[in-house]
């Protein structure tokens, strides 16, 4: 779930090399000393550490063999300095260290840090030790982990996941890639993620969400230098709090016919629950009026559950060319079905200039025969579909999810929104967006629809295809964050999302129901 912390953090996202480049800038350029750069990120992280756990009980340090078991050293001789019972275990034998962490090592033994080789430890005292920890400083692997964790790597991070002591992971969970978000063996599941620097790609998206626990990020005052040092970031990270300001706004004056009439093009037999979700969620994001073009034996379920709805029967594709006139924006898929009644449905949809989301069956059925034009339309795929379009596995897919949704937007043109933990968005021009957060609620299905449903409203307010894909991502995750407040994740349904998302609305565009006697008045 979006945490509360991550409010503060910055809304760049760059790859874990060019964080290692930024470092090097920063100290090969003579701007600060390597060792003093480790030094403020083991101050940050103890900081975060007391301000979290003020008192953790036994702290297990676990120090790898590079710069990021430096920086374990020096916040296991801070928690040392601290007063703390500490143990500190060397991964990697701590006499080949070299540079910033070899003299971060030698400062920790001189300031009283006991630090023991994992390789001597007997197993019963490493037992001994890891089950007395109160809290695991993870700070074996940072951005120059490359590939799998191996070896005592890969038995330690199982060991701390089996562990009921909370983790904190240093700069980021050993075995997370910190730029894709992949998980190629086993990563280190954290309550706590004290990242420098630059805020890495991978721990928003794919695995990241799942390992980092809440996020917490630190500049080492070295943010002005991040310009200088000609690295980019890869990505923008965006959720509701910081999209909500684009809603398009409502003049006192308005009618229904400045904010689009939206045809949902949805409902194959045994699926009209889809199109009802997708239908609702746009009536209840502000489209001006929705449209349900669906199967015929849909139109009276539709029309009891949501009489704000206009539902027309159809049952061939020449019926769809006069409602797609009237349309502003369409969306396609949601219970599509990929008989031949979806078929022809998509096809009308794909010939129109309308803007357009295509969803769930519609990419089903491009994947296998209708390529898109280039324009104005939103792809949905989930990684499953996005696959399948793009012909490799989903564990590829999973494995670079930014890659993978650049590489769909260069093949089917508009705007590709690939859905899961980190939500990304490509559109033709400008860096991806990664949307914060993530909710196990959502893997339910019927959210999809909701999404589309959301998209669509906005897109026929909006005419811009990548913001709509934007706003309504952070606001779907947003909505599904407060539902799993008061409803959890395992028995949370569509309806509850869409329930709150005019709350959610209403609050960006800053309606307030005053309490008292003139209570139900906006103001
Ligand atoms: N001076 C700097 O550059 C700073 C670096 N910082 C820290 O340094 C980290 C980067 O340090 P390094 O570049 O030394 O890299 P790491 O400390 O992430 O790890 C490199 C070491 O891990 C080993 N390794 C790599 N992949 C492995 C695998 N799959 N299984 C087992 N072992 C593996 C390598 O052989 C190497 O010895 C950052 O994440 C951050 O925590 C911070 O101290 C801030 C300053
Ligand atoms: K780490």
């Given amino acids: 779930m979006n945490d509360a912390g991550s409010h503060s953090l910055p809304e760049t996202l760059y790859s874990a090399d060019a964080v290692r480049e930024i470092d090097r800038y920063v100290i090969e350029g003579g701007h600060v000393d390597g060792f003093e750069l480790m030094q403020r990120a083991a101050a940050a992280t103890f900081r975060h550490l007391v301000k979290v756990w003020p008192e953790p009980g036994s702290l297990l340090v676990l120090c790898g063999a590079g710069n990021n078991g430096g920086d374990g050293y020096l916040v296991a001789a801070s928690a040392v300095r601290h007063g703390w019972s500490v143990a ?8 080949r260290l070299q540079g910033d962490a070899r003299r971060a090592w030698q400062k920790a033994e001189s300031d009283g840090v006991p630090v023991q080789r994992w390789q001597d430890l007997e197993p019963t005292v490493a037992d001994r030790l890891f089950d007395g920890a109160g809290l695991i400083v993870d700070a074996m692997l940072g951005t120059g982990v490359r590939g799998a964790p191996r070896g005592d790597f890969a038995d330690l991070i199982a060991r701390c996941n089996a562990l009921a002591a909370p983790v904190l992971a240093v700069d980021l969970p050993s075995g997370l890639d910190a730029t894709t978000g992949q998980v190629a063996g086993e990563a280190v599941k954290a309550d706590l993620t004290v990242t420098f620097i630059g805020l890495k790609t991978g721990l928003f998206t794919g695995q990241g969400p799942a390992v980092t626990g809440r996020v917490v990020f630190d500049d080492l005052d070295v943010a002005a230098l991040v310009p200088r040092s000609g690295q980019k970031p890869q990505a923008w990270r965006r959720n509701w709090q910081s999209l909500a300001a684009s809603l398009p706004r409502r003049p006192a004056t308005a009618h229904k016919g400045r904010f689009g009439h939206l045809l949902v093009v949805a409902g194959d037999r045994g699926f009209g629950g889809a199109a009802l979700l997708a239908a609702e969620a746009a009536a209840r994001s502000g489209a001006g009026l929705v449209t349900l073009a669906t199967r015929p034996e849909h139109v009276a379920p539709a029309l009891t559950r949501c009489p704000s709805l206009m539902v027309q029967g159809v049952i061939h594709g020449s019926e769809l060319p006069p409602l797609l006139a009237r349309a502003t924006a369409v969306v396609c898929g949601p219970g599509l079905g990929q008989g031949s009644w979806g078929q022809q449905m998509l096809q009308q949809v794909l010939v129109s200039e309308v803007p357009q989301i295509l969803d769930a069956d519609a990419l089903n059925l ?4 209708v390529p898109v034009r280039a324009g104005n339309h939103v792809l949905t795929p989930h990684p499953g579909e996005a696959a399948r379009l793009l012909g490799v596995s989903v564990p590829e897919v999973e494995a670079d999810r930014l890659a993978a949704a650049v590489s769909l937007q260069q093949t089917f043109g508009g705007t590709v929104l690939l859905k899961g933990a980190g939500t990304v968005i490509v559109g033709d021009e400008g860096l991806p967006t990664v949307i914060d957060g993530s909710n196990p609620g959502l893997a339910t299905g019927g959210m999809g629809d909701v999404l589309s449903g959301i998209i669509a409203a906005l897109l026929a307010q909006t005419g811009d295809p990548r913001a709509s894909a934007e706003m309504a991502a952070a606001l779907h995750l947003a909505a599904a964050d407060r539902a799993s407040r008061q409803r ?3 028995g949370l349904l569509p309806m509850d999302v869409i329930d709150r998302l005019p709350e959610l609305l209403g ?17």
């Fill in 366 to 369: 491009m994947a296998t025969r």
């Fill in 488 to 490: 959890g994740f395992m």
């Fill in 507 to 523: 609050a960006a565009e800053g309606v307030v129901v005053p309490a008292g006697p003139n209570s139900g008045m906006l103001e």
């Fill in 88 to 95: 500190c275990v060397a991964v990697a034998d701590p006499q």
